[in-house]
């Protein structure tokens, strides 16, 4: 979702070629990919996710502060629920996040790597979005928890999401209350919700 299907492709293709009747490692696949896609980067990405162990809880929180350049504040951490003695600052990853947003009517996605433990995302709006979906698609590896205004707003539309997106919602709702990130009025909000989803 991040590199793009076309640009996956090619580095699926370049990975072909230079592997032909050979075996190769998960890290020359990887490498192919980043060339392949000229997105070096996500070789770090690839990285963090097979070296650590756990899942990513990524926070985010929308900032209208200033409404016509409207950004996300995203924090990371590794995913712990309550009574766990897992250290959420045990781990840090490099990121790739796609979000879709709803805003002056108008739908949208963008995608960005997180590097930083704490980081910002402007949105390619001039407006403050009416609902942010931390996962464009349901297609990246963590897990989302969102201050009680953006759980809201995200569920006032869940009918209205695609299937993996109502699906992502519903186990990321899950794992913020097993965390303690959201109230159990936002959680029972959630479910009730995703009752309505066409998509059983």
Known sequence: R???EEDFQKGVQLHMSRHNDRTATAE?????????????????????????AGVPLVTVNVDCEDESAPEL????????????????LSAEW???????????????????LLTER?????????SCPDW???NADG????????DDAGWQALIDVA?????????????SLDAALRAGEVSAETYVAGMSALLGHEAW
């Open 159 to 171: 009918t209205e999401l695609s299937a993996s997106e109502a699906l992502v919602l519903a186990n």
């Open 73 to 88: 504040i995203v924090s990371q951490q590794r995913y712990a629920p309550l009574g766990s003695s897992i250290d959420p």
């Open 94 to 112: 490099q990121i790739p996040m796609c979000v879709r947003y709803s805003a002056g009517g108008d739908v949208s996605s963008s995608c960005s």
């Open 118 to 126: 704490t980081q910002r995302i402007a949105l390619e709006t001039q």
């Open 28 to 52: 020359e696949f990887i490498a192919s990919i980043a060339e392949g896609s000229d997105r070096a980067e996500i070789e770090g990405a690839f990285t963090t996710f097979i070296e650590q």
């Open 139 to 146: 297609a990246g590896y963590y897990r989302f928890a969102m």
């Open 2 to 4: 991040y590199v793009g």
């Open 132 to 134: 942010v979906h931390p």
